[in-house]
């Protein structure tokens, strides 16, 4: 009977061990904010919440509330309009932007005004682009971006990038 009950335990810790996703960067909650139709990877300490983009402009809170805030490639182009990068820069978010095949310049603030208005305006780059930006006022904006070419973000781009930017921000 012993046996049967020490298999039991063992079985369960197996199985607890093997269904965990694992922490992203450490074990401490992280909450994300998602705009649009983006499958991230799963983690034990990750929350993702979907958000609509026009709570980028009307939720005051909104960087209390995530400390990511991943946009989807259909927002792009929403995103870098001047209002989102002012508001990115007011409530001094962290962004990730998935898929950019213009890469980061739509989603600065530019810095003289022959620069394109918007993410159509801009040519498209050889390959799509994640990238992570840290929008501080009056600081100039922090970026760190990644090239990949498959047409699913895979689990380790996320990571990697998340990690390269937060080492070298936190």
């Given at each position: 009977?012993?046996?049967?009950?020490?298999?039991?335990?063992?079985?369960?810790?197996?199985?607890?061990?093997?269904?965990?996703?694992?922490?992203?960067?450490?074990?401490?909650?992280?909450?994300?904010?998602?705009?649009?139709?983006?499958?991230?990877?799963?983690?034990?300490?990750?929350?993702?919440?979907?958000?609509?983009?026009?709570?980028?402009?009307?939720?005051?809170?909104?960087?209390?509330?995530?400390?990511?805030?991943?946009?989807?490639?259909?927002?792009?182009?929403?995103?870098?309009?001047?209002?989102?990068?002012?508001?990115?820069?007011?409530?001094?978010?962290?962004?990730?932007?998935?898929?950019?095949?213009?890469?980061?310049?739509?989603?600065?603030?530019?810095?003289?005004?022959?620069?394109p208005k918007t993410y159509h305006d801009y040519n498209d780059g050889p390959r799509k682009?994640?990238?992570?930006?840290?929008?501080?006022?009056?600081?100039p904006l922090t970026y760190k971006s990644m090239d990949y070419s498959e047409e699913t973000?895979?689990?380790?781009?996320?990571?990697?990038?998340?990690?390269?930017?937060?080492?070298?921000?936190?």
């Amino acid at each position: 009977m012993r046996g049967l009950f020490y298999a039991i335990i063992i079985s369960i810790l197996i199985l607890l061990v093997c269904c965990s996703q694992g922490n992203l960067i450490s074990a401490e909650p992280i909450d994300i904010g998602v705009v649009g139709e983006v499958s991230l990877p799963e983690y034990d300490n990750v929350t993702y919440t979907s958000i609509s983009v026009e709570e980028i402009l009307t939720n005051d809170i909104i960087k209390e509330t995530f400390q990511l805030l991943v946009i989807g490639e259909d927002y792009l182009e929403s995103v870098s309009e001047k209002e989102y990068i002012d508001a990115f820069y007011e409530k001094e978010l962290t962004v990730l932007f998935m898929k950019s095949a213009k890469g980061h310049i739509p989603f600065m603030e530019p810095v003289t005004l022959d620069l394109p208005k918007t993410y159509h305006d801009y040519n498209d780059g050889p390959r799509k682009t994640i990238i992570i930006t840290e929008y501080k006022k009056d600081s100039p904006l922090t970026y760190k971006s990644m090239d990949y070419s498959e047409e699913t973000f895979i689990k380790e781009d996320f990571e990697n990038i998340f990690r390269r930017f937060y080492n070298e921000n936190r």
